[in-house]
């Protein structure tokens, strides 16, 4: 088992250096990409701050734990860019048919399809983002317990975005699309910004159970700050098991319904 | 080692109406038969040839050998397992080179891949630069290695998936269309590596391949497959015994002769004095030697077996 997990890191590993080896040969874009996510970065907490300059409560979240929603949402998301990146790739692979090389790999295909393509350029984004959400995590007086909590529903978060993305990588052998299949998926999670309490009650409940970002994203926080019921971080890990098993179990109906390109 | 019974394919393919909104909703979809009952086995160190025309079923059989899809019905064993099952001990023992897919990483050097596959395929150092020698002296390929994969030509780039994909010694390599696109040199030297390759590893070999030089220069087996369906399976040679019935001599004539005189053999195929061809039935071959050899003077003459090109295409034709 400690075997074959250190040969699948080993593998991750190489996978990743070819991948900084490949973002390295141009360097301008990789300038001017970092430039572009730093400002979106601080044009969104300048709207941040702008919102908190006319009130001091926004759906019962203060300006410091709006912050720390945003920084949480700013992790998980970056973490997901750095991880999925190569999702984003898949459709390209599985037109060309080059896909086939994988799937007769002997190392399970996720290790190439989903993490086999770390972005290092949000890792640049990565490490200031997650010294910041501590700096305003210990501004707060928050309990060991609580932020622990914080941690392991963080970890559930990720779970769930994994599962989205495994989603995605199913979708893409069922029926070749990837694209705006990952875009939707962007677009949700960026609902998360906020806190789920901003939108109507029916679509928090959407996001809640539905389209899970608010147990994401919300859920973390709301335990940071003990807003969150013991019943509903068990309902989180449900929902997490329950979406994770439901798209590994797509993934293998795509693999069995899977054509592949020409021939 | 690959026991085949029965495998059928069937591929779901979505067909256009041209009605937008029945195309959106009410999708059709259509039933191709890609491979229909097929049954055959491979032994162990053979080297087999799968010709067919395109959509003749050949890279499905390769991909279903491979585990890469998965069966509608039948049985399939390759080494024992269960291809599509993708166990890693079975996965490690196969490799699969496709003529237009790559797997080296386009924008490095293909050492790059080749160390990954190290790990992937968890060669010992010791077997990973012997091997790794061993191949790139087959192909004279030492300097290409270092170079980015995007600098290489076409048949350089071909050379070096070769080796990517050999390195952890498989013993089953499925190979299709590998010359596809390439010039005559390339082509020529893939030849030789497949040739070199399988006599060194004792591997077994299956190829698929449109340029039937290929199958002629290095398989002794061969199956030729149309519509989903084995037409032929048996060597190369025994297939001008069973579908060719036609022989062509060539007379390099001594004197110019009557017409009625060369009539009687049969109406020539060519004819540009002094060289004249005809084409007769197999079964009259000793007949029409025996009046050549009294009725005609000629300088040399030459029995040869219709080509293999055409014995094939007219099988395919005869099979539509």
């Not at chain 2, 097929?38 to 499905?60: D, M, Q, Y």
């Not at chain 2, 036609?246 to 060289?275: H, M, N, R, S």
């Amino acid at each position: 088992m400690f075997k074959k997990f250190k040969r699948n890191l080993k593998i991750f590993l190489l996978f990743s250096y070819h991948s900084l080896k490949t973002a390295g040969q141009s360097r301008q874009a990789m300038v001017f990409f970092t430039l572009g996510k730093v400002l979106r970065f601080l044009f969104l907490f300048g709207i941040i701050f702008l919102v908190f300059s006319k009130t001091k409560i926004v759906a019962g979240w203060s300006l410091r734990q709006v912050i720390i929603l945003y920084l949480t949402f700013n992790l998980i998301d970056t973490f997901t860019q750095i991880l999925y990146r190569e999702v984003y790739r898949f459709r390209p692979l599985v037109l060309s048919g080059n896909l086939d090389l994988i799937l007769v790999k002997p190392y399970h295909p996720f290790l190439k399809i989903l993490v086999g393509g770390a972005d290092f350029l949000d890792l640049i984004l990565f490490f200031p983002y997650f010294f910041l959400l501590l700096f305003f995590i210990f501004q707060e007086n928050i309990s060991l317990f609580s932020f622990l909590w914080y941690l392991v529903l963080l970890i559930n978060g990720l779970i769930i975005a994994t599962a989205f993305h495994i989603g995605v990588l199913a979708l893409g052998l069922l029926t070749a699309e990837v694209d705006n299949a990952i875009m939707i998926y962007r677009d949700l999670l960026n609902l998360g910004r906020f806190p789920i309490e901003i939108y109507q009650q029916t679509i928090a409940f959407i996001f809640t159970f539905i389209i899970p970002v608010g147990i994401m994203i919300t859920f973390p926080v709301k335990a940071l700050f003990n807003f969150l019921s013991f019943k509903n971080i068990i309902l989180a890990f449900f929902l997490s098991f329950f979406f994770l098993l439901l798209s590994i179990k797509l993934w293998r109906l795509g693999l069995k319904k899977y054509q592949s390109a020409g021939g | 080692m690959i026991n085949v019974k029965n495998l059928t394919k069937i591929y779901k393919v979505y067909r256009k109406t041209g009605n937008l909104l029945t195309d959106i909703f009410f999708r059709k979809y259509e039933n191709i038969l890609a491979l229909d009952k097929v049954s055959f086995s491979i032994g162990e160190n053979e080297l087999v040839g799968f010709i067919g025309p395109n959509g003749a079923g050949k890279t499905t059989t390769l991909k279903i050998l491979s585990g890469v899809l998965f069966p509608t019905s039948g049985y399939v064993s390759v080494l024992g397992f269960f291809p599509f099952k993708k166990k890693e001990a079975f996965l490690k023992q196969i490799s699969f080179v496709m003529g237009q897919r790559n797997q080296l990483v386009f924008d490095l050097p293909a050492i790059d891949t080749f160390l990954l596959n190290k790990e992937i395929y968890e060669i010992d150092d010791h077997l990973f630069k012997k091997n790794l020698q061993k191949l790139t002296a087959i192909f004279s390929a030492e300097k290409l290695i270092q170079k980015p994969v995007k600098m290489l030509s076409l048949g350089e780039r071909m050379k070096m998936e070769f080796i990517a994909a050999l390195l952890h010694q498989p013993k089953i390599v499925f190979l299709d269309e590998p010359t596809i696109g390439l010039d005559i040199f390339s082509q020529e030297a893939i030849r030789g590596f497949i040739k070199n390759y399988q006599k060194e590893f004792q591997a077994t070999i299956i190829l698929t391949s449109h340029y039937l030089e290929d199958v002629k220069r290095l398989a002794k087996r061969l199956i030729i497959i149309n519509q989903g369906k084995i037409l032929y399976d048996g060597s190369l040679a025994s297939v001008l015994q069973k579908f060719s019935h036609i022989k062509y001599i060539t007379l390099i004539l001594e004197k110019e002769l009557k017409k009625e005189i060369l009539l009687k053999i049969g109406k020539p195929v060519a004819y540009q004095f002094p060289k004249v061809v005809f084409q007769i039935e197999k079964k009259d071959l000793s007949n029409v030697i025996a009046y050549i050899n009294d009725k005609i003077p000629y300088v040399d003459l030459v029995i040869e077996d219709e080509k293999i090109e055409a014995i094939i295409k007219n099988l395919f034709k005869n099979h539509k």
